[in-house]
């Protein structure tokens, strides 16, 4: 998966998103955020067991795909990314999250 899309808008999504993760999740899984490029869409979604959020942004899509990310960390990422764009890049052993001159790294789940 590799996408581009404004910080503004992730920071949103992500932001309604983000309310489903719990502190003290119950298993892992609920801590994950679960990414989905499609056509110019990505969306996210997170559940905490009793209820799921998802909520979806425009995007610039090169390489449809999805993934599942640790969910605190993309969250408080993206509160303090800077305006501009920002470009995701999905491989195999994680996520690279390039803004400005700068690029972060987040593990995946295999599961």
């Known amino acids: 998966m590799k996408i581009t899309t404004d910080a503004n808008d992730l920071r949103q999504m992500l932001k309604t998103v983000g309310k489903a993760l719990e502190n003290r999740p119950i298993s892992t899984w609920m801590s994950?955020?679960?990414l989905e490029a499609n056509g110019n869409?990505?969306?996210?979604?997170?559940?905490?067991?009793?209820?799921?959020?998802?909520?979806?942004?425009?995007?610039?899509?090169?390489?449809?795909?999805?993934?599942?990310?640790?969910?605190?960390?993309?969250?408080?990422l993206?509160?303090?990314?800077?305006?501009?764009?920002?470009t995701i890049e999905v491989k195999e052993?994680?996520?690279l999250l390039r803004y400005g001159k700068s690029k972060t790294k987040i593990s995946i789940s295999e599961e």
């Open 32 to 34: 994950f955020v679960l």
């Open 41 to 76: 869409e990505l969306r996210a979604t997170a559940t905490n067991g009793m209820y799921t959020l998802s909520n979806s942004c425009l995007c610039n899509v090169f390489e449809e795909g999805s993934a599942l990310l640790d969910g605190k960390m993309l969250c408080q």
């Open 78 to 86: 993206a509160e303090k990314l800077p305006n501009g764009e920002v």
């Open 93 to 95: 052993k994680g996520a």
